[in-house]
T-cell receptor
Framework: ETGVTQSPTHLIKTRGQQVTLRCSSQ?????VSWYQQALGQGPQFIFQ???????GRGNFPPRFSGLQFPNYSSELNVNALELDDSALYLC????????????FGPGTRLTVL | EDQVTQSPEALRLQEGESSSLNCSYT??????LFWYRQDPGKGPEFLFT???AGEEKEKERLKATLTKKESFLHITAPKPEDSATYLC??????????????FGKGTTLSVSS
């Protein structure tokens, strides 16, 4: 059984740029959730996708957008990067209908300069 | 508003010195309470799910319990390898944002030999 994978591991961008982060779900899982974790904080929910449809969204601006593909992999896109977007971005997969236990990937560390 | 508060923020123990971590929560309706372990720079690792007051779950030196207002993670005879940040999260069954996890800030546990 393959776990959740994310790419890239680390990324450095400058203010105003755009970034795409990628996530492959655990085998058999059809729901993906994205979280942002600032240093010293707990993860904060960005949004969730179930069978390619957005299934819920947290308190993040529209410049945070996502996609889920037919193979249940997912992308997180962030436009017009701000310094405060520097964080660890975590992807979690679960078995739907949106399941309870979410299994996390290793994360992508984004630094915005 | 759903809220999760964890205490203490940091805990230092000697090897073999048992203790408990606390997670207090406020939700409209509890769908589930989750405990995760997170090592520095890595994604959270799933430990337990608890669904109803009175429920208990154990794994090696860890035991999680749940009441209507809080959960405890008991650590019995900890070892240095138990050092990590322990995160508590809840799901609200009336949350429009899918099955989002609402996290606390975590308790950072350090166990010295």
């Amino acid at each position: 059984e393959t776990g959740v994978t994310q790419s890239p591991t680390h990324l450095i961008k400058t203010r105003g740029q755009q970034v795409t982060l990628r996530c492959s779900s655990q085998s058999g899982h059809n729901t993906v959730s994205w979280y942002q974790q600032a240093l010293g904080q707990g993860p904060q929910f960005i949004f969730q996708y179930y069978r390619e449809e957005e299934n819920g969204r947290g308190n993040f601006p529209p410049r945070f957008s996502g996609l889920q593909f037919p193979n249940y992999s997912s992308e997180l896109n962030v436009n017009a990067l701000e310094l405060d977007d520097s964080a660890l971005y975590l992807c979690a997969s679960s078995l739907g209908p949106p399941g309870d236990e979410q299994f996390f990937g290793p994360g992508t560390r984004l630094t915005v300069l | 508003e759903d809220q999760v508060t964890q205490s203490p923020e940091a805990l230092r123990l000697q090897e073999g010195e048992s203790s408990s971590l606390n997670c207090s929560y406020t939700v409209s309706g509890l769908r589930g309470l989750f405990w995760y372990r997170q090592d520095p720079g890595k994604g959270p690792e799933f430990l337990f799910t608890l669904y109803s007051a009175g429920e208990e779950k154990e794994k090696e030196r860890l035991k999680a319990t749940l009441t209507k207002k809080e959960s405890f993670l008991h650590i019995t005879a900890p070892k240095p390898e138990d050092s990590a940040t322990y995160l508590c999260a809840v799901q609200d069954n009336r949350n429009q944002a899918g099955t989002a996890l609402i996290f606390g800030k975590g308790t950072t546990l350090s166990v010295s030999s």
